[in-house]
């Protein structure tokens, strides 16, 4: 009791300051020096997965959010979804695996973004993309619009048609030595999480050979789990090497490992905002013998030669792989989908399966630095090849009365064995082009697909944009982007699938505006038409045609960087708006409007001199809960919610204790918001954490 009044006292104090994490050595704030503790790191220097080559995020002709990683360490995610959320306008179908749209994103409106390493790897399956632990991200990078001109478009009706979520992992840094150590704990009144991570690096031999070795224990009881029930149990470690063979020659090789053990959970029903008859916040329909035990690892070897001046040539190769066992049972669906009448309860869903996902990429990629006359150019000449093998074993429940609610989980249809194999063969051609307070950026990406079915497709992804640069704190932007990918996966009859591919193409522009030398405010407005996107056929319930056709258009804002030396802020606004231009309809699939903000402030005098407090909040408007996309009623909608967090981060060198080691404090939903995290469908709905308190011992070396 003892220590929640004083994380509520300290929550009152933080009210008035900014979020923040420490580092021991001396921070680099563009031109200013910081001795002292540091305030946290949130704009990133470069960018390289938007162009596959090095650009100021100010400068390229496209919109790039980037969650770094004091932003990451600040949040203290447990995977990539909770991670994820801290960015306004990107959503999932739950935090679930069981779901058709299990482990990609939406983003601007647009769902089925897969996430991937380095923008060349897709991650294995949903579970990798949904579980892998953000301990490793060096920073997150957010392309936002088709990417398909760089990364390609995914064989689905979605993939890649909003945007990319491209993972860089920690490397390896030559010519220093350090360790990272972190042990953290939080509690709420129903849940607690004891989190060991560290972070080592080692330069073997003198800039020669370098390794890093970032990881992590978590164990957790999260808040909706019955006391008796066992908890969460997770181990990640992403071990690197970089060689140093000549002064032209790096070899590299990233890799990670994590296990995963956790209580199967699918969620609760929502009905005019909050909990449907019979269920409470934390409700878990689960019993204790159901759970996801995942087992996913990465491999990324690359050589990197500088051939002469002008040429680097790039090899590189990657394997992703997840393998997942699960057993999951939640509330099924509910009578009334069109929302005329109240909704009556149906049997429990009930779902196990086990599945096996790998994903192999092997890329040449050819980059070129030089001029012609006043211009510098960055030319990419990039191709690669990249297959998907899935394999899954489904035990869907036989059909049951509302009476055998609890009993579904005992009666079973036969297991269905599927397995599906995608191979995609790509080129891209891309120049990155400077001359004088102009930055051009052109490129076109031509990809051949084939899926076991012995279908193939052929695809041309394009885009250019143009930032002009009138002075060196204003910057104004445009772009057109399209995307194209075959719609594998659909049938049109019982023997044949779609082949045609489905297309996107955005239209944006903005501008950036930088007040002071170390932030910088963007805004952009965009429009995204999807179309020949797979419909149902009239009277079918799994035959398609190429006839559906959506929009999606919005604004974004964004203010990232250093307000003052000793103060730094991340705040960014979303807003969306969805149209099924195929049936006219309009509404709010999605949160219309989206806010999150961050910020640290380092005192600089006074009894508090160097402590780093912070504040953190997070808005979703109002939106409609939905059943497989479609609107069902005015009735079913997830309420708004606000949520706010605070953090202090104490040197303890302050009290006679060592000066590599911090105490940090925080309370998460402080006014213990009630709110929906993510949902799949109106009856499987995730709430979000409750008010918890965290405290945590970090030492650097």
Request: hydrophobic share 35%.
């Amino acid at each position: 009791m003892r220590h929640r009044l004083a994380f509520v006292c300290l929550a009152a104090l933080c009210l008035t300051h900014a979020r923040a994490q420490t580092n021991a050595a001396p921070a680099d704030l563009g031109t200013v020096v910081v001795e002292g503790t540091p305030i946290s790191k949130y704009r990133a220097e470069n960018v390289s997965t938007a162009t596959f080559a090095n650009a100021k995020p100010e400068e390229v002709p496209q919109t790039v959010d980037v969650l770094t990683e004091d932003f990451i360490e600040e949040m203290n995610p447990t995977d990539l979804h909770d991670l994820l959320r801290y960015e306004p306008g990107i959503y999932t179908g739950g935090k679930t695996t069981y779901a058709a749209g299990a482990g990609t994103y939406t983003v601007r409106g647009m769902g089925g973004s897969e996430a991937t390493l380095d923008g060349t790897l897709p991650l294995g399956g949903p579970a990798m993309a949904t579980f892998m632990d953000p301990t490793a991200f060096e920073r997150v990078e957010i392309v936002k619009g088709p990417v398909g001109a760089t990364s390609g478009g995914s064989t689905s009706s979605q993939g890649g048609a909003g945007g990319s979520i491209n993972l860089l992992l920690k490397r390896p840094q030559p010519g220093i030595d350090f360790a990272n150590l972190s042990l953290r704990s939080a509690f709420s009144d129903d849940s607690q999480r004891y989190r060991f991570a560290y972070d080592l690096n080692e330069d073997l031999i003198d800039n020669k050979l370098t390794v890093r070795l970032p990881g992590n224990v978590d164990y957790a009881k999260p808040f909706w789990l019955p006391d008796a029930y066992r908890w969460r149990e997770s181990f990640f470690i992403a071990p690197s090497v970089l060689m140093q063979v000549r002064d032209d020659l790096r070899i590299g090789v990233n890799t990670s490992f994590q296990y995963t053990d956790q209580p199967g959970y699918q969620g609760i029903p929502i009905y005019r905002g909050k909990p449907y008859i019979g269920y409470t916040w934390d409700s878990n329909t689960a019993t204790s013998r159901m759970r996801d035990r995942y087992i996913g690892y990465t491999l990324q070897p690359y050589v990197e030669w500088d051939v002469n001046d002008v040429w680097t040539l790039r090899s590189g190769f990657g394997l992703a792989q997840a393998d997942m066992e699960f057993e999951h049972m939640g509330p099924g669906g509910f009578a009334n989908a069109d929302g005329t009448i109240n909704p009556a309860a149906k049997a429990y869903e009930h779902q196990e399966g086990d599945y096996l996902s790998r994903t192999y990429n092997v890329y040449q990629r050819a980059t070129a630095t030089f001029d012609t006359g006043p211009v510098n150019h960055q030319l990419v000449l990039h191709a690669d090849y990249t297959r998907k093998d899935n394999k899954s074993l489904s035990i869907a429940p036989a059909a049951v009365g509302t009476n055998d609610r609890y009993e579904a989980s005992k009666l079973h249809t036969h297991g269905t064995l599927s397995e599906t194999q995608l191979d995609r063969f790509g080129g891209l051609v891309q120049n990155y082009a400077t001359w004088w307070k102009f930055r051009l950026l052109g490129g076109l990406r031509a990809d051949h697909h084939e899926s076991n079915r012995g279908n193939t497709g052929d695809s041309l992804s394009p885009r250019a944009g143009l930032s002009f640069l009138p002075t060196d704190w204003l910057v104004l932007f445009g772009n057109v982007s399209q995307t194209r990918a075959p719609n594998f996966g659909y049938l049109k009859n019982p023997n044949e699938e779609l082949t045609s591919s489905w297309r996107a193409t955005q239209y944006e522009s903005g501008v950036r505006v930088s007040p002071v030398e170390t932030l910088w405010i963007s805004a952009s407005l965009y429009r995204i038409r999807q179309e020949n996107l797979p419909t149902l056929l009239t009277g079918s319930t799994q035959y398609y045609e190429e006839e559906g056709e959506n929009e999606s258009r919005g604004v974004e804002l964004s203010i990232t960087g250093n307000l003052a030396d000793n103060w730094s802020l991340y705040a960014a606004y979303a807003y969306n708006e969805y149209e099924n231009k195929t049936t006219g309809q309009t509404f709010d699939r999605y949160p219309p409007h989206a806010l999150i903000a961050s910020t640290s402030y380092r005192i600089t005098r006074g009894p508090l001199d160097d402590i780093v407090l912070g504040l953190g909040y997070r808005y979703r408007h109002k939106y409609a809960s939905t059943i497989r996309g479609n609107y069902i009623g005015e009735d079913f909608y997830i309420d708004g919610s606000h949520v706010f967090d605070c953090s202090a981060d104490i040197p303890l060198h302050k009290f006679g204790g060592p000066k590599n080691v911090t105490l940090s404090l925080a309370v998460k939903n402080i006014f213990d918001e009630h709110y929906i995290e993510s949902n799949r469908h109106y009856y499987q709905c995730f709430p979000g954490d409750p008010r918890t308190f965290e405290i945590a011992l970090q030492a650097k070396f």
